[in-house]
């Protein structure tokens, strides 16, 4: 029961209601005699307000709001030079546009055209000045402001800008590495402030989705807790105590599951996870995701949970986006597209031609096909001839063999529908007809064939598909539109997997806390590698954005899958355990990765462009210089020493 106390001091009750009625009831004890005026106009204010970006400052206007119906005012504007041309006109910015400011000429004013003509670019300045309308002939239609112009009457100097080490125009080219250093200087460009508010703006109705749509609850959790199983490296923090460290998580899975154990229900958070390894491209030691659990829940729950998150927060300027989105399994999407995460944007799909070439003499086919997995596969490349070079085909065939040792033939189709490829002396004019029917090959094409062991295969030549794609898109063939987004469910992942350094063993496919898949649950018990999980991963143009499962609620469960499948210390996780055995409700979640997730959206070349400090490519930050060293008086209340040879060098320097 909620109660409140009105200004007449009487008791008002609020039952325990859904969101809906609650807010109605709340509605209705407002319009009750005794509530001030104050709390009744509250009530009467729209949902959704345009935001006042001149509210407790004394400007009146940003550099990117004024309009024709603006001329004639007075108004004062703040923010950077961005060009400054013979003392006449300059360019003012700030986060939200441009304006272009004409400096006054006359002798009344020659002080205010001193100031703004000696200032250098990327100076910050105050000006005040009438609007009006550019002379005809010269309104500029490529600027939101290209209609007006504020001629100046009194200007201030800020603050000086010193020489830059590059310009702030989204045009200049700089190196990441002078970028990073000077991140402040380059978070003033328009690219990355659009990506920074757009970020801002998709978490924010996120937030409303979640927790005024759905009743969820934000809750912070730890980021100093212990090592985890299994997963990624973590980073390490020192404690005070001796040879005890805490670790930095690689996400919140232990403590949300926790969160469910003791009655939350739903949970979210938008947290901040950490990971010791190399960067790339789509990583960073720290990113953020928004990490979700419910209880009572099942896969197709999380699912439509997600794809309203979704279509509620995405951006309207991206257009729409369709839901349901589409479902793939794992064996669909390794045998389609060589990958868990398929780029659904375009064809060129494996295509399985083992049982046509199984009636073939050709030698190599045939030692494939006598093993187990054996299995025989193709890509086509539209136009490939056409497009490729013969440099690229041998390309190909050369990252097919240093990356997955996996030897590749090809087969073009000539005009006329004749075949040209070793392969044509082992087969006659009606089964390359059939081989070409069957790959659907189009004169100019060429196909990409491999042999061998399923998994390899398909690996291999999903990874040609995205290669060919690339080599054909920057010969002039528009294959993967940017600005259309496919989304895809990826699901019945396998639940264990084999070791790559020791393949006896396993280790899980997702984490240890994903449970089995209904089906499959007696199998965990006599043959662990043939279950498959209640995992699930969200895709985006071929791109991993989320990833989830429904949880092992069973302590005992749990516990065997720790100690008998993993072969991991249970007593690492005895909490967790122990938790599960206090009446632990079903639960699932998913986890959306942010930082990725934005920089499909804006098309960033990297998540480095959509984070405003980011790590380097070697997880440095540039700009702070960090991480540092510390000094040994530092270190000693967390019984450290540094002892490898770098600190002697160092000591010598000194």
């Given amino acids: 029961m909620c109660v409140y106390f009105s200004r007449s001091r009487k008791v008002h009750s609020v039952p325990p209601l859904g969101c809906a009625m609650a807010l109605s009831c709340i509605l209705q004890v407002l319009a009750r005699p005794g509530c001030g005026r104050a709390l009744?106009?509250?009530?009467?204010?729209?949902?959704?307000?345009?935001p006042d970006f001149n509210s407790f400052v004394p400007r009146t206007n940003t550099c990117g709001e004024l309009r024709s119906a603006h001329v004639g005012q007075q108004v004062t504007l703040y923010g950077w030079i961005q060009y400054q041309r013979q003392g006449m006109f300059l360019v003012l910015r700030d986060f939200q546009g441009l304006t272009q400011i004409i400096i006054p000429q006359d002798e009344a004013h020659s002080h205010v055209k001193k100031l703004l003509s000696d200032a250098p670019v990327e100076s910050v300045v105050r000006v005040t000045g009438i609007v009006c309308p550019r002379p005809p002939g010269q309104e500029n239609p490529k600027m939101p402001t290209g209609d007006i112009e504020v001629k100046v009457e009194t200007a201030e100097i800020l603050n000086s800008c010193k020489k830059l080490p590059f310009e702030i125009k989204n045009f200049v080219k700089k190196s990441e590495a002078l970028?990073?250093?000077?991140?402040?200087?380059?978070?003033?460009?328009?690219?990355?402030?659009?990506?920074?508010?757009?970020?801002?703006?998709?978490?924010?109705?996120?937030?409303?989705y979640l927790c005024n749509l759905h009743g969820f609850v934000d809750v912070e959790t730890p980021t100093l807790f212990k090592r985890t199983p299994g997963g990624a490296k973590e980073f390490i923090v020192p404690s005070r105590e001796v040879g005890k460290f805490y670790s930095l998580p690689q996400s919140p899975q232990q403590f949300k599951q926790l969160l469910m154990v003791?009655?939350?229900?739903?949970?979210?958070?938008?947290?901040?996870?950490?990971?010791?390894?190399?960067?790339?491209?789509?990583?960073?030691?720290?990113?953020?995701?928004?990490?979700?659990?419910?209880?009572?829940?099942?896969?197709?729950?999380?699912?439509?949970?997600?794809?309203g998150l979704l279509q509620y927060s995405w951006p309207e300027e991206r257009g729409s986006i369709t839901t349901p989105f589409p479902s793939m399994t794992y064996e669909e999407a390794l045998a389609g597209y060589g990958t868990d995460k398929p780029d659904t944007r375009f064809g060129m799909k494996i295509v399985d031609i083992s049982d046509f070439l199984r009636r073939s003499d050709i030698p190599f086919v045939q030692n494939a096909l006598s093993y187990p997995h054996g299995t025989v596969k193709a890509i086509c490349i539209p136009q490939g001839v056409r497009y490729l070079k013969n440099k690229d085909l041998e390309s190909l065939k050369e990252s097919a063999k240093s990356q997955f040792n996996q030897e590749i033939m090809e087969i073009i189709c000539r005009p006329g529908g004749s075949l040209k490829s070793l392969l044509t002396k082992f087969l006659g004019e009606k089964q390359q007809s059939e081989l070409s029917q069957a790959l659907n090959m189009q004169v100019d094409d060429v196909v990409l064939l491999a042999a061998g062991e399923h998994k390899q295969v398909c690996s291999a030549l999903g990874s040609l598909r995205l290669e060919s794609a690339g080599l054909l898109e920057a010969a002039g063939l528009v294959l993967r539109d940017p600005i259309t987004f496919h989304f895809l469910?990826?699901?019945?992942?396998?639940?264990?997997l084999p070791k790559e350094e020791n393949p006896t063993e396993l280790e899980s496919a997702h984490h240890p806390f994903t449970a089995?898949?209904?089906?499959?649950?007696n199998l965990l018990y006599?043959?662990?590698?043939?279950?498959?999980?209640?995992?699930?991963?969200?895709?985006?143009?071929?791109?991993?954005?989320?990833?989830?499962?429904i949880r092992i609620h069973s302590a005992e469960q749990q516990r065997f899958v720790l100690e008998k499948v993993?072969?991991?210390?249970?007593?690492?996780?005895?909490h967790l355990l122990e938790a599960l055995e206090f009446g632990a409700p079903p639960h699932g979640g998913i986890a959306l990765g942010l930082d990725r997730l934005i920089s499909l959206i804006v098309d960033a070349p990297s998540i480095?462009?959509?984070?405003?400090?980011?790590?380097?490519?070697?997880?440095?930050?540039?700009?702070?210089?960090?991480?540092?060293?510390?000094?040994?008086?530092?270190?000693?209340?967390?019984h450290i020493q540094v002892s490898w040879p770098l600190a002697e060098e160092e000591a010598k320097k000194n």
């Fill in 40 to 50: 009744r106009r509250l009530a009467t204010v729209p949902a959704s307000l345009a």
């Fill in 179 to 208: 970028r990073m250093q000077y991140r402040y200087l380059d978070l003033r460009s328009f690219q990355l402030q659009y990506n920074l508010r757009l970020r801002s703006q998709m978490v924010m109705k996120m937030r409303e």
């Fill in 262 to 307: 003791g009655g939350l229900d739903r949970y979210f958070q938008v947290a901040r996870c950490y990971r010791d390894e190399g960067s790339r491209p789509d990583r960073q030691p720290e990113f953020t995701q928004i990490d979700i659990e419910m209880s009572f829940v099942d896969q197709a729950g999380i699912q439509r949970l997600i794809e």
């Fill in 489 to 496: 469910w990826v699901v019945d992942f396998p639940l264990f």
């Fill in 516 to 521: 089995p898949h209904p089906s499959d649950a």
């Fill in 526 to 549: 006599s043959d662990p590698t043939k279950v498959r999980s209640q995992h699930y991963d969200l895709v985006l143009n071929g791109n991993e954005v989320g990833g989830g499962s």
């Fill in 566 to 574: 993993l072969k991991e210390d249970s007593e690492v996780l005895s």
């Fill in 608 to 638: 480095r462009d959509v984070i405003a400090f980011p790590k380097s490519f070697r997880g440095r930050d540039l700009m702070g210089n960090a991480p540092d060293y510390v000094t040994p008086e530092e270190l000693e209340p967390y």
